[in-house]
Structure formats: C-alpha cells, structure tokens
C-alpha cells in the first residue's frame, strides 16, 4: 500500500471518528492525530450510561459493515454493549495510538495552506486534512424552569446520570418525553417507589419486539454468511427507504402503514381511556423523530407511574408544582430534555482561507454542501455535519457513505492532483436552496409539530429527500461543484 504523507486530524473520538480513522489507516495514511474532549472513546454512547438506554435501529444493522458483531444479546442493542463494541473495534484497528484524550479543541484556523489548531491548555497541532466527527447530539439541553436550583434532591440530565443516586423506593420525576425519557420511564416503572412522567406534547409510539438472542444463534451468528442472511440486508434497506419516502410524501403507503401501527398500538395497548386520549398525539406520525419502544404503554399504566400532562409551573423545594397549583414531592428529578443540535463543532472558532468565518456563514443557521463540506474552507470534511440524514435508522450507515464521497476528495489532495479543494459559495446556496424548499414539503414542516429538527426559522433542517437519493448523490462528487487549487501556479480549475 502506498504510503500517504499528509498529516490527518481527526476531531472527536465517536463513531464517526473511529470509522474515519480506520478508513484512513486503511488508504495508507499514517500520520494521523484524534482529538477527544472526554477520557474515552464512544460519543454518544459514552455520554449516555441512563437506565433502559437502548438503540431504536436493530442490533445487527448498527454496525460498521466491516466489523460485524454476533454477540448481541437483545434484537435493539443495549447502550453499554454498543459502546463496548466500539471499544473493541479501536482495539482490533489499532487506534490507541492515534488517540489524544481530554482535548478539547478551540480554534482552527486555515493558514498558508494548513490547518492549524489549538486545544484547552495551550497544545497546538497542525494539518493538512481537517476531519470534523463531532456528533450533533452532545451539548445537554436544560430546560428553563423556574426555581430548578431550589430543588432539595438529585436532579440531573440523562446524559449526565449520576449513578450514584439509589433509585429504589424513591420518587422520581422524568421530564421530556423523546426516546429517552419514554426509556427511563419503562426501565424504572415497577422499580421505583414513584415514577412521574412530564409530557407536554404526547408522541406516537410505534411497537416493536426487543427479544434476546439465544447462545446458539450467537454462536452461529459466527458464520458470516449465517450472520449475513438473518439480516435481511435488502429487507432492512427497503425498510429505510420506505421510511424516508413517509417523510417525503405524507401521502404515500410507507406513512399511512407506519400511522397505523402507532395508533393500532394505542388503541390496543391502553386499557383506560380517560389515560388514552391524554396519551393521544396531535400531530401527524413521524413529524418528531418516531419513537420505537416495546413496553412504554405497559409501564405508565403501572400502579407506581403516573403521566403528568399539566404544565410546569416552577420547581421547589421538594418537587414540581405543575399549574394546577399541584406539589408533587419527589427525591429525583430526571431531565431528559435533549441537545442542543445545532452545536456541531462550536464552540469553537473556525476560520478558513480568506477570513472565511464559520459564525458568519452560519449566522441563520448552521448548513454545508452535502453534510460534508463548506465553500472558504479547504480540505476539511464534515461527517454527519449540518442538513444530513436522520431518523430511526443507522448513522452508522449514512456516516460510511459519506466517507466514501470524503475518500474522492481526498484521493484529490493524495495525489497532489489539488492542493486545496472545497465546494463553490454557489454550490452551497443552489443545495440549500433545493434543501429548504424540499423540506418544507416534509412531515417535519407540515405534520403540525415543533421538533428539534427544525430551525431557529422553522425550516427542518434534516437531509429532506429518501435514502436511495442519499446513496446516489454520496457515489461520486459532482467535480463542477468544487474548486481545485494548485497554489504552486496561483490558479484554480474546476476538478
């Protein structure tokens, strides 16, 4: 393999950047550096540890596709075994020595044609390829409530668990009611003295199985064309499409089918229907990312759990007074509230060729050609970045077809064939023009809901087309959309 000589960053030390620095290694690069800002790898799933945490995409789909695992236990992995398996997989590829810990970047700045970058405490790096795998959920959202700091006993977001709280024979208060906190509230119904569930907006619950796999199928998993075939590759791809199209089009077969699986579920699965139609969403199936759960509907019906639908109206002493004028006195109160999703890379100054200033270019909202890359900023790469896909589906997946597209680009700087590439402004502004229009004709804009893919203008600001789109357009760049500079000339072309 030849030997590639240009220096790599890699920032942060999730999925994304484990991903990024084996496919790096792999097409020869080995001076290669990953900046984490926490003590380990993981992400996400480092930073969520809360009870019941569990991923809605099943086991066998959220994998590297290079690196499949057997040992699942259950159909929807637990957390803690997907961060263990993201441990073992640095471990298999070697990556421990490209690892930095605890830095938390600061600044990048693109400077006579490198990229040079400063972390907390005063380190200093430089490179040549700037790679951004910073997530979008990891900055905790806490909500504004009033009297949140008079509050006498634990509280904590659920990113942020704080495991040495006992939970038995407490009262427990979870606030938010996305996939996390229907999450918590299964895990600790039944278990708890009191579970509390805070719901402004009741969301639609689609059902699911969440069986355990059983040590003979584990051990035949082994075989990777035993494993290959209860995937169900094809089966699980026209899933995701049929998924993405009911986000496109409300009206097509994939929505109407998916509407009536979450409203048979509550019809069927609710017994008292006063609780029912509290429970009952105003809004259109998928217009909030779609919660998968196989026991939430059980567990606020348990005799110890109560859903709360009253508004907050501040926090006290010993619990939440909901408007009502209602003290409900509790020991734990459990935001899970969310992230801020429009984070990225900030907060920190980022700053390209020509005073290209990432605040900005992102003053009404943070965008990038493809997810991938912006105009003014050379040579650095986005995984997962602004206006990709989402849903419930793998990221892990879109993340290595978007590498894939990386890669091109990269093979463009590899064999000297451009010294700076990045995509035209005009590439930019044509996409985001196309982008916003298509999203607003989403379930997102038009399901009648308020959700955190919108942005601060009420645009979605999610990838807004179906998956097969995605795949193609991450085939193969559009060379016309991107400027190639060779600075030993002083010209730039069209690659």
């Not at 990709?388 to 680009?409: C, K, R, T």
């Not at 916003?436 to 997102?444: D, I, L, N, R």
Request: hydrophobic share 35%; with cysteine; proline share 5%.
């Amino acid at each position: 393999m030849m030997q590639q000589k240009k220096r790599v960053v890699v920032i942060g030390a999730g999925m994304a950047g484990i991903l990024a620095g084996i496919k790096l290694q792999e097409a020869g690069f080995s001076d290669i550096a990953i900046y984490e800002k926490a003590d380990r790898i993981g992400g996400t799933w480092r930073e969520n540890t809360y009870p019941g945490l569990t991923c809605d995409v099943p086991s066998h789909h959220y994998t590297y596709t290079f690196e499949r695992n057997p040992d699942w236990s259950r159909h929807l992995p637990p957390g803690a075994e997907v961060q263990a398996y993201f441990e073992r997989t640095v471990t298999k590829y070697g990556l421990e020595k490209l690892l930095h810990f605890n830095k938390q970047a600061t600044r990048a700045e693109f400077l006579e044609g490198r990229w040079h970058l400063e972390f907390e405490g005063g380190q200093t790096d430089a490179a040549d390829i700037l790679i951004a795998a910073t997530g979008v959920l990891h900055k905790p959202k806490y909500p504004t409530l009033k009297g949140l700091d008079s509050f006498q006993g634990d509280c904590f977001h659920s990113a942020r668990w704080d495991h040495s709280v006992t939970l038995e024979n407490k009262r427990i208060g979870v606030i938010g009611n996305g996939s996390t906190g229907v999450q918590i509230v299964s895990a600790l119904a039944g278990k708890a003295a009191i579970v509390e569930h805070y719901v402004r907006t009741p969301q639609w619950i689609m059902p699911v199985e969440n069986g355990h796999f059983s040590v003979e199928e584990r051990a035949a998993f082994r075989d990777p064309e035993v494993l290959r075939a209860a995937m169900k590759i094809e089966e699980y791809n026209t899933a995701v499409e049929r998924y993405t199209m009911a986000i496109v089009d409300m009206k097509s077969e994939g929505a109407r089918e998916m509407a009536a699986y979450c409203l048979a579920n509550l019809e069927q699965n609710v017994k008292d229907p006063v609780l029912r139609e509290r429970l009952r969403p105003d809004h259109t199936p998928l217009c909030y990312r779609l919660i998968f759960s196989p026991d939430y509907y059980d567990a606020i019906q348990h005799p110890n759990a109560a859903l709360i639908t009253e508004d907050i109206d501040c926090i006290e002493h010993d619990g939440i007074r909901t408007r009502d004028g209602e003290l409900h006195e509790l020991d734990i109160i459990v935001l899970a509230t969310g992230f801020h999703a429009d984070t990225f890379m900030r907060p920190m100054v980022f700053r390209g060729r020509n005073d290209a200033n990432l605040d900005s270019l992102w003053s009404d909202g943070p965008k990038s050609y493809l997810a991938i890359t912006l105009p003014g900023f050379p040579n650095f790469f986005m995984l997962n970045g602004p206006n990709g896909p989402v849903g419930n589906f793998s990221l892990i997946d879109i993340a290595e077809h978007q590498w894939d597209y990386i890669a091109q680009l990269i093979d463009k700087l590899a064999d000297d064939e451009c010294d700076e590439i990045s995509p035209y402004l005009d590439s930019l502004l044509q996409f985001e023009t196309e982008r916003a229009a298509a999203a607003k004709e989403t379930v997102w804009y038009k399901g009648g809901c308020t959700s955190w893919y919108l942005d601060k203008n009420g645009v979605p600001a999610s990838w807004p087309w179906n998956y097969s789109r995605f795949v193609k357009e991450m085939a193969e760049p559009d060379w016309s959309a991107f400027e190639c500079v060779k600075r030993q000339g002083n010209t730039s072309s069209n690659t």
